[in-house]
């Protein structure tokens, strides 16, 4: 089993920065994407920033220039660094990793992995 342990939300005025992290743990397994997704009251869950092993990032475009997703392979963690925050980036934020499991049987793929969610808020 992996865990996912996210950690940086908080409440912040319009303009204001955060930076969240999110730190995978457990058992062996190898990164392959990792990712953050925000979530609304009332709204679905959507991907705002995503990053491959090999360092490939991609953003929806509402964040595009405000936001950098990066991570520390070492420390099987990653980061988003939010600036110039919008009221409209207020959500919960959840971190995603698409990884592979060591089994019995060889290693196998695993997506639906998921931290437990921070709360960013962003006050006009």
């Known amino acids: 089993q992996v865990h996912l342990v996210e950690s940086g939300g908080g409440l912040v005025q319009a303009g204001g920065s955060l930076r969240l992290s999110c730190a995978a743990s457990?058992?062996?397994?190898?990164?392959?994407?990792m990712g953050w997704y925000r979530q609304a009251p009332g709204k679905q869950r959507d991907l705002v920033a995503s990053i491959t092993s090999g360092g490939v990032t991609n953003y929806v475009d509402s964040v595009k220039g405000r936001f950098t997703i990066s991570r520390d392979s070492a420390k099987n963690t990653v980061y988003l660094q939010m600036n110039s925050l919008k009221p409209e980036d207020t959500a919960v934020y959840y971190c995603?990793?698409?990884?592979?499991?060591?089994?019995?049987?060889?290693?196998?793929?695993?997506?639906?992995?998921w931290g437990q969610g921070t709360q960013v808020t962003v006050s006009s």
């Open positions: 995603n990793a698409d990884l592979y499991r060591s089994t019995a049987t060889g290693w196998v793929r695993s997506t639906d992995n």
């Open positions: 457990g058992s062996i397994f190898r990164p392959n994407a």
